[in-house]
């Protein structure tokens, strides 16, 4: 395998360990989602048909060790057939400090 094929295998790794799932009830409607770019302040969830900006959306979801993440936020912004950005609104010290000590 070539250094390229190595570095791109690598990125791939990273990004799948990266993605979390997550249950997403968005105006009433509950589903499963993939959620990336996660931080203290909000993720990405992905989705074909993305909710809209200002929808409120409940999450729920699995950090790598176990803890779970009950939150809720609101969608700052939408790419249509890519997904959407949600702001975290009520998210515990707890719950924050897991999520600091996954993204380290």
Request: glycine content about 12%; proline content about 6%.
């Given at each position: 395998m070539s250094a390229i094929g190595v570095l791109k295998a690598v990125e791939?790794?990273?990004h799948e360990q990266s993605v979390l799932r997550a249950q997403c009830l968005v105006n009433g409607m509950n589903r499963d989602c993939r959620v990336t770019n996660l931080n203290e302040?909000?993720?990405f969830v992905e989705s074909f048909v993305p909710a809209i900006t200002d929808s409120r959306i409940n999450l729920s979801f699995h950090?790598?060790?176990?803890?779970q993440v009950l939150t809720s936020g609101i969608v700052t912004r939408h790419q249509?057939?890519?997904g959407f950005h949600v702001d975290f609104v009520n998210l515990s010290l707890k719950d924050?400090?897991?999520i600091r000590n996954f993204i380290r």
């Open positions: 791939r790794v990273a302040s909000g993720l950090l790598p060790n176990g803890h249509f057939k890519s924050r400090e897991q």
